[in-house]
């Protein structure tokens, strides 16, 4: 996440593009389409089955939710943290 904060600089779209395909990736989802329908893909190169079959990937809706909250949270934090 703070990748995600860091490496966009001052543009919070891009940090809001760049932390809503981690939200796929740990879900094991690399290649989906925006809300436009454009197709987006994580930035990494295809992952080997060894590496996909040992991460522990996000598979339950409980999961995503917490995950959710602490990334709001943080975006909270951040946003926050700018305005001072
Ligand atoms: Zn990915």
Same mark, same amino acid.
């Given at each position: 996440?703070?990748?995600?904060?860091?490496?966009?600089?001052?543009? +919070? +779209?891009? $940090?809001?593009? =760049?932390?809503?395909?981690?939200?796929?990736?740990? /879900?094991?989802?690399? *290649?989906? !389409?925006?809300?436009?329908?454009? =197709?987006?893909?994580? !930035?990494?190169?295809? $992952?080997? +089955?060894?590496?996909? +079959?040992? =991460?522990?990937?996000? /598979?339950?809706?409980? *999961? $995503?939710? *917490?995950?959710?909250?602490?990334?709001?949270?943080?975006?909270?934090?951040?946003?926050?943290? !700018?305005?001072?």
């Amino acid at each position: 996440m703070w990748y995600s904060a860091q490496s966009c600089g001052e543009d +919070e +779209e891009e $940090l809001l593009r =760049t932390w809503n395909s981690l939200r796929y990736h740990v /879900q094991n989802i690399h *290649e989906w !389409k925006d809300k436009k329908g454009v =197709t987006r893909r994580c !930035k990494h190169a295809t $992952l080997s +089955e060894e590496h996909v +079959e040992w =991460t522990d990937w996000i /598979q339950s809706e409980s *999961e $995503l939710r *917490e995950l959710d909250k602490v990334v709001s949270n943080f975006f909270k934090c951040y946003l926050a943290a !700018k305005l001072h």
